[in-house]
């Protein structure tokens, strides 16, 4: 990070205000990857020992949060970046040996990118038993028409393909409904409508709505089989929601490095600003509040290590609430001590709160891991009285 990533970042700004593309695909992201792969640095998420080095959320968790400090280069400069990393584990645990040779080699040595198509515009996809996506049989095809948004990597300069999540029989028990396609981007009848601004930010990689209209896809791009679109979901989700969470520590982490330094160079009437009682009480909170974060974000990687995802339901849930909730507060209080510098693209904080703030609806809004926390505890507590009075 010190002798590659952070040099990187202001010739990466350059060289996307010198393109003019806002989805421009910069040449050092590629020497990154280039000195990535050199040094072993690559594939740091996958848990599969055939497919990448094999460590546990525990030991991949650190790691997760350092690249997480620089979240513009050094996921991708890994190859360790969101949605990739989800797509890579659906392939090779749902994946036909044909869809592994075709996709997921490509997206392990970081030649293509992906996007995960989820969500909608015309229902709360919150609720994943509200897809509309229609993908009706017609003999070996799937017919595929509705639209999708908030598609993240889709205007990404390599993307080659999308996995689609969409309602193959409405007639079915609601969670098996919906099923998993592997889509080229270019399939006749996809378009790509716009990319969708993050308080006024178009990302590089893009938040894209995308138009399905009578688009043919053949049967064998199905993922697992008919009606596990929903349970390869939940498998996508979990390690995707932690890898969100440990990124988020790495994001508050370098704003309170940068909130520290402000206050130690800066002047108020004849006082520094570290020397106030408030800015003194901002940088103890947020070190207090991160520590609290990064062990509940690390005791939930070690349940999912050892009594797995579906054990540590409610540790997931909680991290996703936990943490972008306390990286922004930190991330406010660094953009507090800047001042106006804060809101401006001198400094990454502007840029990473709108990353954060994101996170409270990605992967599941708030409110509906708190619901998922109190039902679990609700009925937690009836069990515990049932076994009591007998």
């Given at each position: 990070m010190d002798d590659c990533v952070y040099p990187a970042e202001a010739v990466y700004e350059d060289q996307m205000r010198e393109s003019g593309d806002p989805n421009f695909h910069p040449p050092v992201l590629e020497e990154l990857k280039t000195e990535a792969r050199r040094r072993g640095l690559w594939n740091l998420f996958h848990p599969h020992a055939e497919w990448g080095p094999g460590l546990t959320n525990v030991e991949y968790a650190p790691l997760a949060e350092i690249l997480g400090r620089s979240i513009h280069l050094a996921p991708e400069a890994t190859n360790s970046n969101a949605p990739d990393t989800g797509n890579m584990e659906i392939l090779t645990l749902f994946g036909t040996d044909e869809q592994k040779e075709r996709w997921l080699g490509p997206l392990l040595t970081g030649e293509i990118a992906s996007a995960f198509a989820m969500t909608e515009p015309d229902v709360a996809s919150s609720d994943a038993t509200n897809i509309r996506l229609r993908m009706e049989s017609d003999g070996d095809?799937?017919?595929?028409?509705?639209?999708?948004?908030?598609?993240?990597?889709?205007?990404?300069?390599?993307?080659?393909?999308?996995?689609?999540?969409?309602?193959?029989?409405?007639?079915?028990?609601?969670?098996?409904?919906?099923?998993?396609?592997?889509?080229?981007?270019?399939t006749p009848g996809i378009s790509i409508v716009r990319g969708l601004p993050v308080f006024g930010y178009q990302d590089?990689?893009?938040h894209a709505e995308i138009h399905f209209e009578d688009v043919r896809v053949p049967k064998s791009a199905l993922l697992a089989g008919e009606g596990d679109g929903f349970m390869i979901s939940q498998a996508r989700l979990g390690p995707g929601r932690i890898h969100h969470c440990m990124r988020a520590i790495g994001m508050a982490e370098r704003a309170l490095d940068l909130m520290v330094d402000r206050a130690q160079t800066r002047t108020t009437f004849g006082q520094p600003l570290s020397e106030r009682g408030n800015i003194q009480d901002w940088i103890a909170e947020s070190r207090v509040e991160l520590e609290m974060v990064r062990l509940l974000t690390l005791k939930t990687a070690w349940l999912m290590d050892t009594v797995g995802n579906k054990a540590a339901r409610t540790e997931i849930s909680a991290i996703k609430v936990a943490a972008p909730g306390v990286a922004l507060k930190v991330l406010d209080r660094a953009i507090q001590v800047h001042g106006g510098g804060g809101l401006s693209d001198d400094f990454p904080l502007a840029s990473m709160y709108a990353e954060l703030r994101t996170l409270r609806l990605a992967d599941g809004p708030d409110e509906v891991h708190k619901r998922a926390i109190a039902r679990r505890e609700l009925a937690r507590r009836t069990r515990e009285r049932s076994l009591v009075t007998g």
């Open positions: 095809h799937y017919i595929l028409n509705g639209r999708k948004w908030w598609i993240s990597n889709a205007l990404h300069k390599r993307c080659r393909v999308l996995i689609v999540m969409g309602r193959t029989d409405p007639g079915a028990e609601p969670y098996r409904r919906q099923s998993m396609l592997v889509v080229p981007v270019d590089r990689v893009g």
